[in-house]
């Protein structure tokens, strides 16, 4: 079981890089420069293809779908050679977006509800700014090997799922030395992440 967590919260980040193409317009763009800022920064930048309209995502009660009218993945660094946060933001499809919301939510309650010491996941929850955000978190920070914690924030008035993986960096690159630089540089993060989907919320106005 604790084989299967570590390895199902790793997969979490795997996501296939996808080339860019033309529509007609390009709602998420605005925030992919939003979060760009702050001492972070994308190398990386990738949209979904118009084909990928979905993806599936596993729960106890099987798989469930989640919808994905446009999307992007960025890698964001610091001043590390080595990423920090895999990040993918999503927009649901018109009217779908609750049901979105609701596989995410069963997904990751699940992956909570699963583990076990010594590789427990703790979930968090709180709201920012009417951003609800949900944390997947090891119990012991020194459990974590590729991802140390991820990170789902759901803004309903844009329709808009932010998935963030902050990763754990190698030990000759890493950007903090202990939990306590960890903890800020996370928390730095997801404050910059909830304020821009209030931005972008704002702007888009309901899905």
Request: hydrophobic share 40%.
């Amino acid at each position: 079981m604790a084989k299967f967590l570590l390895l199902l919260f790793s997969l979490l980040a795997s996501t296939a890089a996808c080339a860019a193409q033309e529509r007609s317009d390009d709602p998420l763009a605005p925030l992919t420069e939003c979060v760009n800022r702050d001492g972070f920064q994308f190398r990386q930048r990738d949209r979904l293809p118009v084909s990928a309209t979905g993806r599936m995502v596993s729960t106890r009660q099987g798989e469930l779908s989640v919808s994905t009218a446009d999307g992007y993945r960025l890698m964001m660094f610091r001043r590390s050679t080595a990423p920090l946060v895999n990040l993918k933001l999503e927009r649901s499809f018109r009217g779908r977006f609750a049901d979105d919301r609701a596989a995410i939510m069963t997904q990751v309650q699940d992956i909570a509800a699963a583990s076990k010491a010594p590789h427990q996941i703790v979930l968090d929850r709180s709201t920012q700014q009417g951003i609800e955000i949900l944390g997947l978190n090891f119990a012991e920070f020194g459990q974590a090997s590729g991802v140390i914690s991820h990170y789902t924030l759901f803004d309903e008035r844009s329709g808009t799922i932010a998935t963030a993986y902050l990763l754990n960096q190698r030990p000759e690159v890493r950007e903090f030395a202990n939990e306590a630089e960890y903890l800020a540089l996370r928390e730095q993060f997801i404050t910059l992440l909830a304020g821009c989907l209030v931005t972008a919320g704002q702007a888009s106005g309901q899905p």
